[in-house]
């Protein structure tokens, strides 16, 4: 579940869970990254993400996000910081960067090559550690900062002296195994996918993950098949199953496991997406914050979401239905709508007139029951 700050809606790693089960306890997933056994912890995947513990081994092999660490830092510097970070956070509780800066104190750059996003020498030096795998995040703080903390304290069962724990020098013996690990679980979460899409879901290479393809269907995991119009080899997962009809309904965020890989959208929905959050307003399309609507074995529509805290409201700013969208897409929709502000413990849904769906979308959100209003503003 990949993790990012954007708060339009909710923060992004709790939409993909209310897509699947709807109006869930969020409590549920801090548990699940707080408590030992821990069942989701963060680490690099595709992108930043909370991560089943038994994949964390297998992904510090293969990850590699030196832009992100303290690779480019004079290594005298970075050692000596890093024996600094790893001593304090053995001694005390998980800290976050500010909390580590104060502790340790100011250190100097050397090489101030203004990297990234004006992290200081500690912040560097924690991502570094951290996609090594000897730390990682306790938790988060209110304003989403990462605790950090040995990751012997997040994963103590975890064989630390194994010959592919992170740093040692025999790690890479073990690769080959871990990356048909890794592919299989990718290929598992699609159920049907190409090569790309499979090494897409943990970011690993294609080449060696063509290798891996190969072995899992030379041993029965992955089954050659065809898909009419998508002109690529694809495989499907043993474990896969085809349902008799498809009956999901759920609204998805631009963030979620079925929307990241664009290319793969496409091919199988004939969806182009793009998240607008960074494109000037003038030239948006659809809108800010974008979530797909997906209907039976369609995404039959997009509507762009926000939410209206302060005064208890769940804003749909603009609603746009796509090619061929069925009858029932408004209506649909809008008990989708209904439950997300549940969910988001808002009083009521807005829809804005903006996109050829909107009305309908309108009519169907006054008529979905207790607590939600429609609102159609003037032009």
Known sequence: MQIDSVNVLSRSHYLPFFSRLGNYDRAILQRMAGTHPRRM??????EASFIRPDHFQDLVLWQSRKWVGAHAMDPELRSGVAARVLDALAAGRPMTAAELTARLGHVEDRQQDNWGWNWNVVKRVLEHLFEAGLISASSRTE???????LTARVLPERPHDDPGAAGNA??????????????DAAARAHGIGTLRCFADYFRTPMRASAVAVEHLVDAGRLRPVTVPGWNKPVY????????????GRALLSPFDSLV?????LEDLFGFHYR?????????????????????????VARVDLKADRANGLLLARAAHAEPGAPDDTAVELAAELQLMAEWLELDGVIVSPKGDLAPALA????????????LREQA
């Open 41 to 46: 912890m963060e680490y690099w995947a595709h």
């Open 143 to 149: 304003s989403f900062e990462r605790r950090y903390t």
């Open 170 to 183: 025999d790690a890479g013996q073990d690769q080959s195994a871990a990356l048909v690990r890794l592919i």
């Open 236 to 247: 499907r997962h043993v474990d896969a199953r085809l349902p008799r009809t498809a009956t």
């Open 260 to 264: 990241f890989e664009r290319r793969r």
């Open 275 to 299: 998240i607008e959050i960074y494109t000037p307003e003038p030239k948006r399309r659809f809108g800010y914050y974008v979530l797909p609507f997906l209907l039976r074995d369609g995404i």
């Open 363 to 374: 009519d169907a959100v006054s008529k979905a029951g207790s607590g939600v209003s429609a």
